[in-house]
């Protein structure tokens, strides 16, 4: 078995090692300084790149080609072309140019653009990363790439990412110039916990909920949910241990590092990780993940679910984002061995404080989507404030540097804040809060706000930008100042006096902390609507400007596509759950009613003296429910047309959270009422219960 793994991983995949193979040596060179270093690729270099890659690929058994790349859904786009070219005698070569490697030019029409389009014509073209592999997969040889408008606008979620890595690089490299460090670059690692949930494709099948919007919109609580807490970690059932099995093989050849998989806290629910890497390539591998994830399933009879709350009343899904920033000789988030080294590690931490509370609504917006909604603060996730978890030992070395008071933390070390006396931490003593939505674990954090179907782009954009930001405020400081040590002392002190509010490390769960957050004065956005205008907030449009990571035009056209793609989201769901309600469930509950209404004249014409308490009790009860649903129905229709009607894009999201949500809660509660007396033979939907108990 393992000879096997180690024969397929990365099989797929035109990676270093087959470069170095099969690429002419100064070919290989100069492709390396553009991996490593950053260094533009000329197109001499990406014609011997993509000839040898054609040909790597063909071995493959690939056709085509595509550009893949994330439009503004966060989702993956591909279009494929063959690698077919006609030589004018009938038959015909396989050709693939450096050109066609290095840009390609989609027609962008039809996707979002929130108002780009409008600046710069719906054309827009794709660059290739050569940062993230190509591989093949279903016969395609697929070239990870950014996607911008033909004035430079990015239409995507990569072109950001990019530009962010590069800005944390830039003034990351400036602060270890400072400790005596020459380094050519600094990357951002990710690596992101997976969960997901898998039921089978015969329940799945027979709800229209599921199979338009991702989730249950109507279903009343099963008799057992996860109160016995015996799934999480608990034996993989045979169905779902051979998909994970084989789920392994296809990431392992695409070369996604797939690490850990376990049985998460709600029945049915699951958990992925992979070892983390460079942002770009973890992010392009996680979604590639998902794919892998969505196409295997129903060949074991399943079906996999990423949305983020697929299920009342039990668990829903999320990702962590676990984020550090490294060179390639050190992680900058280890605490070190000696003084010095720590000092470099409080530098860097402290800029991440300083960037999570200056930007926090920022890094909100980023986590913002329909269905996170009914995630953050739900019991089951972080709330909607953020908050830094830092582990009890690291508070108390930061609380004693900013309050200049001795450290009396586990080991013991009076410190008068001498870069000399700075104590050595150790580095396992981080207990895991599992309630903080930004926590210390270690030596990298771990953002557990992003839902399970989120493209983590923009939140490691946002962390990155901001993080740079603070880097850079420290650097023009330091730089300027002759007595470094000192200078690096009184300028953590201050970051963490200036931004301890951000700091908690108590129970993010609870009511008190809400309170106690607000009192603090930290931003509390609950929903989608409400948090995402930060996006174009003066403040955090000077901050993406600054770094170029992203124009005022392109914040404000993100901003329509998710204010838009909110709305949208729960239109349908409005839909849906009238179609459903009317043509499904009322008649269901008609049909039953009936049933009871001929069983009672049945049994009183045998005999007057016959009980017939029992049907009518529950003909009363589902009558009542019948006309409350008939009700709701009308109010819901009336909500989502009322909503729907609305050009502005503010005011019809808005709408549809104030208005739609509250009736689409209204009409659930009584179909969901009267599924719970309705005969189940009647019912058209399968339950909770069999849906997350009979797999
Ligand atoms: P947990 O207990 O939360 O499951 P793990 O330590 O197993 O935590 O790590 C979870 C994820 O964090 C894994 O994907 C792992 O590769 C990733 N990770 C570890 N170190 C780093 C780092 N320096 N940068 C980014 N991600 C990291
Ligand atoms: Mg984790």
């Known amino acids: 078995m393992a000879a096997n793994v180690m024969e397929i991983y990365g099989s797929k995949v035109f990676n270093e090692h087959v470069m170095k193979e099969r690429l002419p040596s100064a070919t290989y060179k100069s492709l390396k300084d553009t991996l490593h270093k950053g260094a533009p690729l000329d197109i001499e270099v990406a014609n011997v790149v993509a000839s040898v890659m054609k040909r790597w690929a063909m071995e493959q058994g690939a056709t085509h080609f595509t550009h893949w790349f994330q439009p503004l859904t966060g989702a993956t786009s591909e279009k494929h072309d063959s690698f077919v070219s006609p030589v004018g005698d009938g038959t015909a070569i396989m050709e693939f140019s450096g050109k066609e490697l290095v840009r390609g030019e989609p027609d962008a029409s039809s996707f979002p653009s929130g108002g780009l389009r409008a600046t710069c014509e719906a054309r827009g073209y794709t660059a290739w990363d050569p940062t993230s592999y190509a591989f093949v997969k279903d016969d395609v040889l697929c070239i990870p790439t950014a996607f911008a408008s033909y004035t430079g606008e990015a239409l995507d979620k990569k072109t950001p990412l990019l530009r962010s890595m590069k800005a944390l690089s830039d003034q990351a490299r400036r ?89 998460e806290v709600a029945p ?23 794919e892998m994830m969505q196409k295997l399933a129903p060949k074991y009879g399943l079906v996999c679910l990423l949305h983020e709350k697929p299920f009342e009343g039990v668990n829903g899904s999320g990702k962590h984002n676990n984020w550090s920033m490294s060179t390639s000789k050190e992680n900058l988030l280890d605490p070190g061995d000696t003084p010095m080294e720590n000092l470099q590690f409080l530098v860097f931490l402290a800029a991440v404080i300083k960037a999570v509370d200056e930007y926090a609504d920022l890094l909100r917006t980023s986590v913002a989507t329909p269905g996170n909604d009914h995630r953050l603060g739900a019991n089951e996730a972080p709330p909607a404030i953020i908050s830094i978890f830092m582990g009890e030992e690291l508070e108390a070395v930061i609380d004693a540097i900013a309050s200049d008071s001795p450290y009396a933390g586990p080991v013991k070390v009076k410190m008068d804040l001498g870069v000399d006396v700075l104590p050595k931490f150790s580095k396992d003593t981080t207990d895991r809060n599992r309630t903080s939505p930004f926590a210390f674990t270690g030596n990298k954090f771990e953002f557990r ?27 023009d400081e330091l730089e300027a100042s002759d007595d470094f040590p000192d200078s690096v002392i009184a300028l953590v002190k201050r970051t963490i006096r200036d931004h301890r509010r951000v700091i908690f490390n108590g129970d993010g769960y609870s009511h008190e902390w809400e309170l106690e957050a607000e009192r603090r004065g930290l931003p509390n956005k609950k929903y989608t609507p409400a948090a995402l205008p930060a996006l174009i907030d003066p403040k955090n449009i000077a901050l993406m400007e600054e770094f170029g990571v992203m124009t005022r035009v392109e914040m404000e056209s993100r901003y329509e596509v998710e204010m838009e793609h909110y709305a949208k989201i729960i239109n349908i769901e409005a ?23 001929n069983t009672a004249a049945t049994k009183l014409a045998v005999s007057e003296s016959l009980s017939v308490r029992s049907e009518t009790k529950t003909l009363a009860q589902l009558s009542k429910d019948a006309d409350e649903m008939s009700d709701a129905i009308d109010a819901l229709a009336a909500a989502q047309q009322e909503a729907q009607k609305l050009g502005d894009m503010t005011a019809k999201a808005n709408t549809f959270h104030d208005k739609v949500l509250p009736c689409m809660e209204t009409l659930r509660a009584v179909a969901d009422d009267a599924e719970t007396v309705c005969g189940e033979e009647y019912w058209p939907l399968p339950s909770y219960s069999k849906m997350l108990h009979y797999v």
Request: glycine letters at 6%; aromatic letters at 8%.
């Open 575 to 597: 839909l849906t759950m009238l179609e459903m309600a009317r043509k499904q469930l009322l008649p269901a509950i008609n049909r039953y009613m009936s049933e009871l209404a």
């Open 449 to 475: 706000m992003p839902g399970s179907h989120e493209n983590l782009s923009d939140a490691n954009t946002i962390l990155n930008t901001a993080v740079a930001k603070e880097l850079k405020g420290y650097a």
């Open 175 to 263: 602060i270890l110039k400072l400790f005596g460090k020459n380094v050519d670059y600094v990357s951002t690692t990710v690596g992101p916990e997976q969960e997901y949930f898998l039921i089978r494709k015969e329940d799945y099948e027979t709800r229209q909920d599921l199979i338009l919007t991702g989730r249950t919109l109507f279903g009343a609580p099963a008799a057992k949910g996860q109160e016995l807490e015996e799934h999480y970690f608990g034996t993989i059932r045979p169905r779902v241990s051979a998909f994970m099995k084989e789920l392994d093989d296809v990431l392992w050849e695409l070369g996604i590092p797939a690490k850990t998989k376990h049985n």
């Open 268 to 290: 049915c629910q699951h958990e992925l990780a992979p070892i983390f890497d460079t942002t770009n390539v973890a992010i392009d591998h996680n979604l590639l993940t998902m």
